[in-house]
């Protein structure tokens, strides 16, 4: 087998809706307020999807515009792997419709479930098809369409999410320790009654009483999501560098998931990073869940902060519970 790094992130493209809504247009139809929500969460605005735009055309237009970056072609993708909490249809997969939408006949297209670290357990699966040459290519991706599964009388919540999507192209390494060199994924179901949708699903499928009591909607206890997404991220950003065998100061850039800025500030203190160092866009996009960090990813490369050699440690936390971190050296 050949050593790690195995795998490279060769290219990132992203999608977002073009409808704005801004805090100020929530708080016209919900009791809240610019200010709270800048106070508490850091953000300002976030994207909403019409119901012409799915979350497989969404990912299509992040996909195309990372085979293009990465100069690789549909025909090429040997696995098409798409993280969502908010597929298109329950059956078959968002990654199905992916696949046909892109023409990537030769690929496997299959879905998985990991909430917020979506793209980071995906990219984790990616890497060990190509460790274990089963692909060269795999087209990762982390797409949502949250405004369909939040409930917009809860202001708890309505205020967080946005719609938004995020692809990479993961293939062979293609220099000496250039890369993936650690991937870092964990999970605690024993806490999935703070973070889910209880209804809609095969346990509870939809029915009047579904819908009336609202329950194909996300709950989320707020307070104890925060105090655990601050434990587990600070764990998974110690435990990717030291599967890496880097320290934090060895770290150009940490790409949080963009769930709150008082989260990612703790999560940076706890890595003893500067702000400096932390990508933030959460403003301009909300929580998108699995394509939070693509679109950070995405917008980091472009603005000169992510280049050839920069050390990048990413880290997420979300519904399950589940957490997982990576370090890439770009
Ligand atoms: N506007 C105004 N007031 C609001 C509000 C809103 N949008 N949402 C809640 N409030 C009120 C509450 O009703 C509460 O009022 P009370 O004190 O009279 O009961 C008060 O604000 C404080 O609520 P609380 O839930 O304790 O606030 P908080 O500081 O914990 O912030 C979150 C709430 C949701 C922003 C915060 O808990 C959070 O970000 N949690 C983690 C979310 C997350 O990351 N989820 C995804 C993980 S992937």
Redesign the pocket.
Known sequence: MMPRPFAEVASVGVAVPPNVVTNDDLSRV????DQ??VE??GIRERRIAGPEQSVAMLSQEASQRALAAAGVGADELDAIVVATVSPDRLMPSTACDLQALLGAERAAAFDIGA??PGYIFALTVAEGLVASGQGETVLVVGAEKLSTITDFQD??????FGDGAGASVVRRSSGPGRGILSTFIKSDGRLAPL?LRPGGGSADPISEKVVCERSHYMK?A??E??KA?VLAMADACDEALRRAGVTADQVDLLVP?Q??L??IEATAKHAGLPMSKVMVNLDRYG?T?SASIPLALEQALAEGRIGPGSVVLLVA???GFTWGSAVIRW
């Not at 919900?30 to 307020?33: E, R, V, Y």
């Open positions: 919900l009791d809240t307020s709270w929500i508490r969460t909430a917020c202001r708890s919540t309505a205020i967080l973070l989320m707020g307070r999501v925060f997404a998931h769930a709150n008082r989260i929580n869940s936390f979300g519904a």
